[in-house]
């Protein structure tokens, strides 16, 4: 129906989960007896090794929160508070329902008992219990449906608008907003799933897919990390990296390699598919690379320079959509601005005469005359600042004919711009062109460059942008007041 609705159902079936989860340990702590935990004897290290992988698809919903983020408000507080949240209270839910559970039941009714937590209900609150516990377990069944549906079905959504599947399947119903037969797709496949898979067939191959979902996450952080493209600036950075990543994998290859043969066997098919799948519909199609793909191709072959504003347009989307950057005019003439990326040290009438070059064949105009205007301006008063740091930087400006225009070159050298005979240097420069009538908007423009120039994050990924597509982002994503 939406995802406004579902996320209504969803958080009112897992309050009462939790309410129900937190009220059955409370009651039942102080009926646990200490004597039933020597009756289990010794755990074989290879079954504990086995339910640690069963169990990680409990874990699942931890993904699902970065899947649905194009829906959520504020991720940038939200994502990371909810799947921290997500892991303390399920963990400690798990604890509690465990200790109560072996707590209350003996070990030959633990053995022959299919809904343990059910039974251990009727232990101390009788059959209204045994009733309760059995509808939160059905509730717990629902919510992962709910959530994995909705967070399932916007892969499809996005491999769509990637070109990796066809594009009326990422149609969007204009009613409710949904990707209506995305969600029908994966509906159908889950339920398939279930009508022909024994059930701990069917937990294994979860937990499998679950498991190499974490891999891949964890492989993700490392190639985002070691790529160093200044427009990937997450709001939360993983400790200890890359050691928890590379631990994490390990394990969890480890974990797969304890799941069986058939979750194995499922597991390579569905690979094998998914490579038939690219040779026969996605390498026919003139399809855009993902920025996934992009950075591994930079990270292993640097002379692959080819899409760069591709990259650097979905990092970009995705930051502004996470911060919610609501674009002004400032935003709207840098995203179209030319940039001058200089490689060698020059005067300033050299700086000035490439400059006019790109000006002139912007606004046809003659060169000469745009030089003698940027000429004129710097001996009518210098337009150098020095934003509150040591190191100067220009801001010329020169005013043409015509009316509601302007522009805006940006500009950057880090061999230096030898400013004057007093020694100044410049590294950084933005070239204003505007018409009489935009006067407004040039102190405008000023009064954003200055906030630009003043943040303490500008210089460092300013001077570690590798292309020019990413100086344009560092402009972009500084943070400062939209006007």
Not at 44 to 63: H, P, Q, Y
Not at 71 to 92: C, H, L, Q, R
Not at 160 to 177: A, E, T
Not at 360 to 367: M, N, S
């Amino acid at each position: 129906m939406s995802v406004k609705e579902s996320g209504r159902f969803q958080f009112i079936l897992v309050m009462g989960l939790l309410l129900i989860l937190l009220v059955f340990s409370i009651l039942g702590i102080p009926q646990v007896k200490l004597e039933n935990f020597k009756d289990f004897g010794t755990v074989k290290a290879e079954k504990l090794i086995l339910v640690t992988g069963m169990i990680f698809i409990s874990f699942g919903g931890l993904t699902k929160v970065a899947s649905i983020a194009e829906e959520v408000k504020d991720p940038k507080k939200s994502i990371t508070a909810g799947m921290f949240g997500a892991y303390a209270v399920v963990s400690i839910l798990y604890l509690l329902s465990i200790f109560v559970t072996l707590g209350a039941l003996d070990k030959q009714t633990m053995g022959s008992t299919l809904t343990p937590l059910s039974t251990a209900a009727a232990v101390f609150l009788g059959r209204p219990g045994f009733i309760i516990l059995s509808l939160s377990a059905m509730m717990a069944f629902i919510t992962t449906a709910n959530a994995g549906l909705m967070a399932a079905s916007r892969s499809p959504l996005a491999m769509s608008r990637d070109k990796l599947l066809p594009p009326f399947i990422g149609r969007v119903s204009k009613k409710y907003q949904t990707p209506v037969l995305s969600i029908l797709l994966t509906s159908t496949f889950m339920i398939c799933c279930i009508l022909f898979l024994e059930i701990e067939d069917l937990v294994k191959m979860a937990s499998t897919m679950m498991l190499l979902l974490f891999i891949m996450v964890n492989f993700s952080v490392i190639l985002m990390r070691q790529s160093k493209i200044v427009s990937y600036r997450p709001s939360f950075k993983s400790p200890l990296y890359p050691y928890l990543q590379i631990a994490g994998i390990i394990t969890y290859i480890g974990l797969i390699l304890q799941m069986g043969r058939l979750p194995l066997i499922l597991t390579g098919a569905f690979f094998a598919l998914s490579v038939l799948w690219y040779f026969i519909y996605v390498k026919s199609k003139d399809s855009q690379k993902s920025a996934f793909i992009h950075m591994l191709e930079r990270l292993t072959n640097k002379e692959i320079v080819d899409d760069e504003a591709r990259l650097e347009s979905e990092l970009l989307n995705i930051l502004r959509e996470r911060d919610q950057i609501k674009e002004d005019r400032f935003d709207t003439i840098i995203s179209r601005s030319p940039i001058l990326d200089m490689d060698k040290t020059v005067n300033r009438e050299e700086f000035f005469h490439e400059v006019a070059l790109i000006i002139a064949r912007r606004w046809d105009i003659e060169v000469e005359k745009v030089e003698e205007k940027l000429q004129l301006r710097e001996e009518q008063a210098s337009t150098l600042i020095y934003p509150g740091v040591a190191v100067p930087h220009a801001i010329p400006h020169i005013v043409i004919e015509g009316s509601h225009s302007f522009d805006i070159v940006l500009v950057r050298n880090k061999y230096g711009i030898i400013w004057n005979e007093e020694g100044d240097v410049v590294y950084t420069a933005f070239c204003l062109v505007g018409t009489k009538d935009e006067r407004n908007f040039h102190l405008k423009a000023l009064m954003s460059i200055a906030q630009i120039l003043q943040d303490p994050d500008f210089h460092p990924l300013w001077n570690k942008a590798r292309t020019t597509e990413e100086l344009r982002s560092v402009i972009l994503l500084t943070n400062r007041r939209r006007q």
